[in-house]
Nanobody, 123 residues
Framework: VQLQASGGGLVQPGGSLRLSCVVS????????IGWFRQAPGKEREWVSC???????YYGDSVKGRFTISRDNAQHTVHLQMNNLKPEDTAVYFC??????????????????WGQGTLVTVSS
């Protein structure tokens, strides 16, 4: 199983980025996918999750600015990030958990992790 996050980069405050998580080695439609981030010197923070049936959940710090979506046919989950702020600077990574028994929910922990992608918001 591999999860590969991409799409990070340097963006000015107020700008946008679209992250992608490409998944291989599992049937994406059976998995809930979560996005987490970790800034230097800080603890890992949960950002968003999309359930098996497409129900979405967001952390308070990103609600209204970030949108998570999934394309099972393309084995990809996206995180659209708008109105970015300096405090969004972090390494973002995606995780997967088989959750077909709970299609509308997201898990607290995940079995599969991928390498992250760095997002830097700075003027």
């Amino acid at each position: 199983v591999q999860l590969q996050a991409s799409g990070g980069g340097l963006v000015q405050p107020g700008g946008s980025l679209r992250l992608s998580c490409v998944v291989s080695g599992l049937i994406l439609e059976d998995y809930a996918i979560g996005w987490f981030r970790q800034a230097p010197g800080k603890e890992r923070e949960w950002v968003s999750c999309i359930s098996v049936d497409g129900t979405t959940y967001y952390g308070d710090s990103v609600k209204g600015r970030f949108t998570i979506s999934r394309d099972n046919a393309q084995h990809t989950v996206h995180l659209q990030m708008n109105n970015l702020k300096p405090e969004d600077t972090a390494v973002y990574f995606c995780q997967a958990e088989s959750y077909i028994r709970y299609p509308k929910k997201c898990p607290r922990s995940y079995d599969y992790w991928g390498q992250g992608t760095l997002v830097t918001v700075s003027s």
